[in-house]
């Protein structure tokens, strides 16, 4: 944000479809409004009475309570509000039911799998009023025009959405491809004066910080004269490469898998993102330390860092993570703070957003009568409006058309199985491999080949589990003998299909192609460029399932429950042929990611990312 003073400004723009008609435009007047409102002399719109408060600022259940409602604003708080009743206002007794301020989640990556509106509603059924965008992958696609399109595409909706600027792109510049989307600094100044724009995202690649890179050190300066926040990534840092990091102005981190790592960054003045979302669950290893260290709450935070279409069905949002750490030991209020004030607290937004108090926008969670454990709430106001009532959604929440250029990323040309042939300069005497350790993590192998009559290269007869892996510059067209591609070799999936492909990957946005047969890798890698985008499994000469992603290649504009039936059916078409990962969908995703090591494939090259350098996927002679 462009400083805290800003922070209301900020807060009621993001929620525009919730406020009340009675906010006036003029700050000040809307202040004067809400004062006469808490003195009585100005009718409350809505109290909620007989109800129980999980106070965030004390740390206590206050009980036999009672919350007016002005605009959308909260106008008073106590034990009696019937000054504040006037002849229309709504009185809602809750029969003693607990209510907390609408949680949050302070980093996620909302430019996955469905668009910003459905995700909304999803997230709203769990309770989460407030969501935090780094959307990295649709600017690493469209960049600049991309992130405002993305902006638009959030606008309107009964959920306040803060987008942050992505400040980690391009991931690599030695070898990300060219452009990688990245917003340039008058760009960047441009948006920052978009009142729903409050910072920038993670800052992932921390050798830049450390190394001073020049327009990382150029980014971060311009975001701190502004008292901006930045949001930090710190997977792999500790000692004095972790204290450089945060002497740059960075002070959060989602990275921290368990407790040693969150520690060390909490001692440093950092604040801590623990995160519970669909490509980590580090909460109950963290949790369960924190607990017996002692109380150190207050700069810790829960964050997803994005959810898949099942992990939100399964296990729910921010609510899974309050419930999570209560059965885990903490005390609810401390959790539900973990939820609420610490992260407006972190944003600097705490006067307007995170508590239950006067004056502070009145997102107000109900919970269940008689549940003190789910967390999962019954109604859901966002500025005062009812948007989640009895557990169901209580208003339309609008899917907005998406311009046809957005759909229109997906420019390989047409693919044959040539394009995934892999010719040796001389004689090649084995691969080098990406070799599978998880879905995320990979190393370095090496595997036997043999040269077909041909002249391709293709894997030994009696190499086990070792398959090509193509990777296109799907954005600017890579294929054939144009644009920019890699066929390599990976190992350690498992299972039996003619080719798995992906339009989407971290951050690099290639299309990913992984396969036995070259045939079926352009058939497949074919289907996807017709579909603008997507996921898709070939086996047998035929598609047997597809998750269509049209808006940038990326995301769906299908209904979510569309996106979840399709993305069962991806995982479960690799599960079925033998797939030895339980989130197949993530191998193709991550392969390209060059913020991990050790191994990464992108249409630039083989990349062994500890080492800084390029690996040729076959060896020569004694090589």
């Known amino acids: 944000m462009a400083a805290a003073a800003s922070s209301s400004s900020r807060a009621s723009s993001s929620s525009r479809a919730s406020s009340s008609s009675r906010s006036p435009r003029d700050p000040a007047d809307a202040t004067s409004l809400v004062i006469a409102a808490a003195m009585g002399d100005e009718p409350a719109d809505t109290i909620l009475e007989n109800c129980s408060i999980y106070s965030v600022y004390t740390g206590e259940i206050l009980h036999d309570m009672q919350v007016s409602i002005y605009g959308d604003r909260i106008s008073y708080v106590g034990h009696d509000a019937s000054h504040t009743r006037g002849p229309r206002t709504a009185t809602v007794d809750l029969g003693g039911r607990r209510v907390a301020p609408g949680y949050a989640d302070p980093h996620i990556h909302i430019d996955q799998f469905v668009m910003p509106s459905e995700f909304a509603k999803e997230a709203l059924l769990c309770g989460v009023t407030s969501l935090f965008s780094d959307p990295i992958d649709v600017v690493s696609v469209a960049g600049h025009r991309g992130f405002e399109e993305f902006l638009r595409a959030g606008r309107g909706l009964p959920i306040r959405i803060f987008q942050t600027v992505p400040g980690g792109l391009p991931v690599d510049p030695r070898f990300s491809r060219r452009g990688s989307g990245a917003m340039h600094a008058r760009q960047m100044a441009a948006v920052r004066r978009n009142p729903d724009v409050l910072g920038m995202g993670e800052v992932f690649s921390w050798t830049k910080v450390t190394e001073r890179d020049p327009r990382t050190m150029r980014s971060i300066s311009d975001m701190t004269r502004q008292h901006c926040i930045i949001n930090g990534h710190t997977a792999g840092a500790s000692g004095r490469k972790l204290a450089a990091y945060v002497a740059s102005g960075i002070i959060s981190c989602h990275e921290p898998i368990n407790f040693e790592q969150a520690i060390e960054r909490l001692r440093l003045g950092m604040w801590v993102m623990i995160r519970e979302g669909s490509i980590r669950r580090d909460l109950e290893g963290i949790v369960r330390e924190v607990l017996s260290h002692g109380p150190c709450l207050e700069r810790l935070m829960f964050c997803s860092d994005g959810l898949d279409p099942a992990a939100i069905r399964k296990f729910g949002h921010i609510d899974h993570c309050v419930r999570e750490a209560v059965r885990l030991g903490i005390r609810p209020v401390d959790a539900v703070t973990m939820a609420t004030r610490n992260v407006f607290d972190y944003y600097m937004m705490g006067r307007d957003l995170g508590g239950i108090a006067p004056g502070r926008l009145a997102d107000i969670l109900v919970m269940r009568k008689g549940d003190h454990s789910s967390f999962r709430p019954e109604t859901v106001m966002v500025g005062g409006r009812t948007v989640v009532s009895k557990g169901r959604l209580a208003v339309d929440v609008p899917a907005r058309r998406t311009p046809a250029w957005i759909r229109r990323t997906v420019r390989t040309p047409r693919l044959s199985a040539s394009d995934f042939a892999v010719r040796a300069r001389g004689r090649a005497t084995s691969a080098n491999t990406i070799v599978l350790k ?119 504009t299908a209904p979510f429950d569309t996106v979840l039936e399709q993305f069962g059916q991806v995982n479960g078409a690799m599960s079925d042929a033998g797939c030895r990962f339980e989130r197949p969908v993530l191998v193709p995703l991550f392969l390209p990611f060059l913020a991990l090591p050790l191994v990464r494939m992108t249409s630039g090259g083989m990349v062994h990312v500890t080492e800084g350098r390029r690996i040729d996927p076959l060896r020569y002679g004694d090589a």
């Open 438 to 556: 998880t879905e995320i993590i990979t190393g370095l192998g090496t595997a036997p080949v043999v040269c077909d009559g041909d002249g391709r290269v293709v894997p030994h007869p009696d190499a086990a589990d070792v398959w090509k892996v193509a990777a296109f510059d799907r954005v600017r067209g890579g294929g054939g003998t144009r644009g920019r591609r890699t066929v390599g070799f990976l190992e350690g999936l498992g299972g039996d299909v003619g080719a798995f492909a992906s339009t989407w990957s971290f951050h690099e946005n290639d299309m990913i192609v992984i396969g036995s047969d070259d045939a079926e890798m352009a058939a497949a890698a074919n289907h996807l460029t017709g579909n603008n985008g997507g996921v898709a499994v070939s086996r047998n000469g035929r598609i047997v399932a597809s998750m269509p992603l049209q808006f940038a290649g990326i995301v769906s």
